[in-house]
């Protein structure tokens, strides 16, 4: 261990930090300390970083943006590491984003060149690389649907990806699926010419449609994954519970929010966490909130969706450090 230490610090100097709290890193506020814990520049020094770690067995997770994770109150006995590469790259009508590129940087980037395709991840807080890993979306659209490669890192090399390699699936991709180990570096996204003032209007329309939908508190963005359906379970869902809006039928997708309402959960609180008064798939850090008291709340929301519904929640957030 002393050894790993060193090598790695020969390479990151002072920053390679220990016991380094993560919660000021996510956007719940919530998390114990990583063991260790990087800012990686470039790629470049994440490819002189991964050998080291590899031979050593030590665990690792890559940090985004901070969102659509819950971070352990023990923390992640390992090394974190955050991407401070953020270079965007425009040829024509693709944009070349490394992976540490916010989403709302690679929106107002294609926004100034009057190129449409990302408009539905305005003000989604979160990095590109984030995106791609867990295929991020909103308003029927993902990420997915502009990717036109991927660079990963892949047994001490670097890979270039086609959109039809990386598996991409609702909120899911082959990047994370259990076994994957490959570490996203950079993508390029594939967008089409549009009228500037037409992408600007929808920007702003989505920005104030978040701005109500989310509290003024710290989340990690939606909890729960929708339900996708056929068209023959939409219709047999709808028939057995008749008071499903119909506006929804359209979507094949059962909103998690709508079964975490229905079952009157609105407000619902323990500790610090508490369901959104807002939208009942988010759960805010009302103050003080610890991934206990998060953990727990998940659990009574499955548990009650699953006694009136008869469906099984499957969670949108990742796990870090349990």
């Not at 995106?131 to 993902?142: D, L, T, V």
């Amino acid at each position: 261990m002393p050894d790993v230490v060193q090598k790695l610090r020969n390479i990151l100097g002072e920053r390679l930090k220990e016991n380094e709290p993560l919660s000021p890193f996510t956007t719940f506020k919530i998390g114990g300390p990583a063991k260790y814990f990087c800012l990686v520049q470039n790629t470049d020094e994440l490819m002189r970083i991964m050998p080291i770690i590899e031979k050593s067995g030590w665990p690792f997770f890559i940090l985004g943006g901070g969102s659509n994770i819950l971070v352990s109150d023990n923390g992640f006995d390992g090394l974190v590491m955050k991407f401070d590469f953020n270079r965007i790259k425009n040829r024509g009508e693709t944009l070349e984003c490394e992976a540490g590129v916010f989403l709302s940087k690679a929106v107002g980037e294609a926004l100034s060149l009057g190129l449409s395709g990302l408009e539905w991840a305005a003000g989604i807080y979160g990095t590109v690389g984030g995106a791609i890993f867990g295929n991020a979306g909103a308003y029927s659209k993902s990420i997915s649907e502009v990717i036109s490669e991927v660079s990963v890192w892949r047994q001490n090399k670097i890979k270039i990806l086609k959109n039809k390699d990386c598996g991409f699936s609702y909120r899911e991709s082959v990047f994370s699926r259990e076994g994957n180990k490959d570490i996203i570096l950079s993508a390029t996204l594939k967008l089409m010419k549009g009228n500037r003032e037409k992408i600007k209007k929808e920007v702003k329309e989505i920005l104030a449609e978040r701005t109500k939908k989310f509290d003024n508190y710290s989340c990690a963005g939606s909890v729960f994954k929708n339900i996708v359906l056929n068209n023959e379970e939409m219709n047999n869902f709808r028939n057995k519970f008749p008071e499903f809006p119909e506006k929804f039928m359209a979507y094949k997708k059962v909103p998690a929010g709508w079964l975490i309402e229905e079952c009157g959960l609105k407000g619902k609180k323990i500790g610090g966490a508490q369901i959104s008064q807002n939208h009942a798939n988010i759960i805010v850090n009302a103050g003080g909130a610890t991934a206990e008291d998060v953990v727990m709340l998940i659990s009574i929301i499955k548990q009650k969706v699953r006694q009136k519904f008869n469906i099984q929640l499957m969670e949108e957030i990742r796990y870090v450090g349990f």
